[in-house]
Nanobody, 125 residues
Framework: QVQLVESGGGLVQPGGSLRLSCAAS????????IGWFRQAPGKEREGVAC????????SYANSVKGRFTIYRDNAKNMVYLQMNNLKPEDAAIYYC??????????????????WGQGTQVTVSS
């Protein structure tokens, strides 16, 4: 079955960097778009970035453009989120998710059917 497992979270100082990893199993990553979401305490889950299955096109939330990069390695069944110049407001639990086979990158988290368990990112001095 479709499984997603995130890793790479941790504590980082403002201005620092982290790379999150999303390991996919049970399916061939080539056919799936993958999104990264985050949820901070008391806030709704929000989309951060997405990479399309078909042409690798990427999209980003305005709040992370120029700082975050999403990319994939289909041979390793991995998707990554490189986060640079982290700010305290980036602190959240980060999740990777997929809407399912052949689907594009929906903007709403409700259109994603498979989720990982999340990894915590804390940005603090």
């Amino acid at each position: 079955q479709v499984q997603l497992v995130e890793s790479g979270g941790g504590l980082v100082q403002p201005g620092g960097s982290l790379r999150l990893s999303c390991a996919a199993s049970g399916f061939t990553l080539d056919y799936y778009s993958i999104g990264w979401f985050r949820q901070a305490p008391g806030k709704e889950r929000e989309g951060v970035a997405c990479i399309s299955r078909s042409d690798g096109r990427t999209s980003y939330a305005n709040s992370v453009k120029g700082r975050f990069t999403i990319y994939r390695d289909n041979a390793k069944n991995m998707v990554y989120l490189q986060m640079n110049n982290l700010k305290p407001e980036d602190a959240a639990i980060y999740y990777c998710a997929t809407p399912g086979q052949w689907a594009p990158c929906p903007s709403s988290p409700y259109e994603y059917n498979y989720w990982g368990q999340g990894t915590q990112v804390t940005v603090s001095s």
